[in-house]
T-cell receptor, first 113, second 114 residues
Framework: GAGVSQSPSNKVTEKGKDVELRCDPI?????LYWYRQSLGQGLEFLIY????????KSGLPSDRFSAERTGGSVSTLTIQRTQQEDSAVYLC???????????FGAGTRLSVL | KNQVEQSPQSLIILEGKNCTLQ??????????LRWYKQDTGRGPVSLTI???SENTKSNGRYTATLDADTKQSSLHITASQLSDSASYIC?????????????WGLGTSLAVNP
């Protein structure tokens, strides 16, 4: 596709369950970012992948959160033992190497009941 | 502490009117400043990106200004349209060597009414 694709678009889960969110970046974009946006709040940086470099995980809020990027393309954000405060929109963005403009997906709206 | 503050928090204007959104930052070392537009339920979309040496940059009806001395930026929207209703987010990039950090503002929520 032409843009950043995220799936699922909506996810409802029960407290304590694990969830996986997927991001397909734009082809050729070596940088990939995950953000979290709670209702009415600004974007909260979670993790940043750049090529083969070690990811910047400084934004991950707890060890329940992890992310992988396989083959330098698709990324999966995993939240283990979900809590109600994890409810938010999780946004993925990608960018070309050396460029600062990020292209965002539509996000995954996670609701933890 | 690196911070980006935006004002006003929200704004309501009538269609056809102009408006200006403000962004003040304390980010060092400064690399660039971006304005994004985020429609409800969508991801942010880049409007402009400005480096230290740029004072003004336009994108259609959107004009961004940057004063690196006072660390202020503004986004001016001319002849507003209903489709301009969105959240406008200021993002400042701090870069030191190979390390880069993006500092996101909380955004200004703009509503354009008919």
């Amino acid at each position: 596709g032409a843009g950043v694709s995220q799936s699922p678009s909506n996810k409802v889960t029960e407290k304590g369950k694990d969830v996986e969110l997927r991001c397909d970046p734009i082809s050729g974009h070596t940088a990939l970012y995950w953000y979290r946006q709670s209702l009415g709040q600004g974007l909260e940086f979670l993790i940043y992948f750049q090529g083969n470099s070690a990811p910047d995980k400084s934004g991950l809020p707890s060890d329940r959160f992890s992310a992988e990027r396989t083959g330098g393309s698709v990324s999966t954000l995993t939240i283990q033992r979900t809590q109600q405060e994890d409810s938010a929109v999780y946004l993925c963005a990608s960018s070309l190497p050396g460029r600062d403009i990020q292209y965002f997906g539509a996000g995954t709206r996670l609701s933890v009941l | 502490k690196n911070q980006v503050e935006q004002s006003p928090q929200s704004l309501i204007i009538l269609e056809g009117k102009n408006c200006t959104l403000q962004c003040n930052y304390t980010v060092s070392p400064f690399s660039n400043l971006r304005w994004y537009k985020q429609d409800t339920g969508r991801g942010p979309v880049s409007l402009t990106i400005m480096t230290f040496s740029e004072n003004t940059k336009s994108n259609g009806r959107y004009t961004a200004t940057l004063d690196a001395d006072t660390k202020q930026s503004s986004l001016h929207i001319t002849a507003s349209q209903l489709s301009d209703s969105a959240s406008y987010i200021c993002v400042v990039s701090a870069r030191a060597g190979n390390n880069r950090k993006l500092i996101w503002g909380l955004g200004t929520s703009l509503a354009v009414n008919p």
